[in-house]
């Protein structure tokens, strides 16, 4: 139970403030309108930050399918825990996307742009090119497994009370990095979960919610994770579990 309810919340507290960012910069007066790139990479990667330090002592803070099926995938991981993990995740992202609809209330149909109200639940690439899109997630997510271990080794001094807030960092850079072509998912419960919200919520003015791109911030991120764990095992081979007592 501290593992479902724990990975609900961090991913709940983790969607709201992700997504919560991209609001304040994209919907029509909102205090933070058009305040830019920078503000939505250090928006996540503090999200990030706070949603680990919150879940992690009850379930080690996971709040991403591609972590947890790429820990799984090196043995640190019971694959008979996984889908615990993913039910807490997936609900966690759609709770959150659903916060945030209510907290920005009034601002959605002050805003014309359908495509920007998608953007704020999910991602979508700067260029249409799946091949592209596609390896650019998996990237992306493999650096987040390499960065996630190694931060948290069980020989690095740093891996323990600041170890959540330099994974806030870790997304941060990739944010600023290798955001700019997909949005930088990484994260399927982060996409996929606030996706289906956009499509059921009554959100003003929204437009589709982009099916057909769906896939790539689910699969990749996963392809991506298990190449990241993998090839951080294949260098080190006392690596910690992550996972709470």
């Known amino acids: 139970m501290n593992v479902l309810v724990g990975e609900l919340i961090g991913t709940m507290i983790l969607v709201l403030l992700g ?13 933070g309108h058009n305040s830019g790139w920078i503000v939505i ?4 990667g ?11 002592w009850a379930s080690g803070g996971h709040i991403n399918p591609a972590v ?15 889908p615990v993990y993913l039910g807490g995740q997936f609900l966690g992202g759609f709770l959150g996307a ?3 609809w209510l907290a920005y209330l009034p601002h ?16 979508g690439p700067a260029i249409r090119h799946v ?18 271990l190694g931060i948290l080794h069980t020989n690095n001094e740093i891996g323990s009370g600041l170890g959540p807030y330099v994974i806030g960092i870790l997304v941060f850079s990739i944010g600023l990095s ?3 072509a997909t949005g930088y998912a990484i994260n399927p419960a982060r996409d996929l979960a606030p996706r289906l919200a956009h499509a059921l919520l009554p959100i003003a003015g929204k437009g589709d919610s982009d099916w057909g791109y769906a896939w790539i911030p689910v699969v990749a991120p996963i392809v991506g994770a298990v190449a990241g764990a993998l090839a951080y095992q294949s260098l080190f081979a006392d690596l910690p579990a992550l996972v709470a007592p």
């Open 98 to 100: 659903v916060l945030v």
């Open 108 to 123: 959605w149909a002050a805003t014309d742009d359908p495509s920007g109200k998608l953007g704020i639940f999910c991602t």
């Open 131 to 148: 091949p592209g899109n596609f390896i650019c997630e998996v990237i992306g997510t493999a650096v987040l497994l390499v960065g996630v």
């Open 68 to 82: 947890t099926v790429g820990l799984a995938s090196i043995g640190k991981l019971a694959w008979a825990e996984v």
């Open 41 to 44: 990479t250090a928006g996540w």
């Open 46 to 56: 503090f999200a990030v930050a706070i949603a680990v330090y919150v879940s992690g």
């Open 19 to 31: 997504d919560g960012v991209v609001a304040n910069v994209v919907l029509a007066k909102s205090k």
């Open 178 to 180: 290798l955001g700019g």
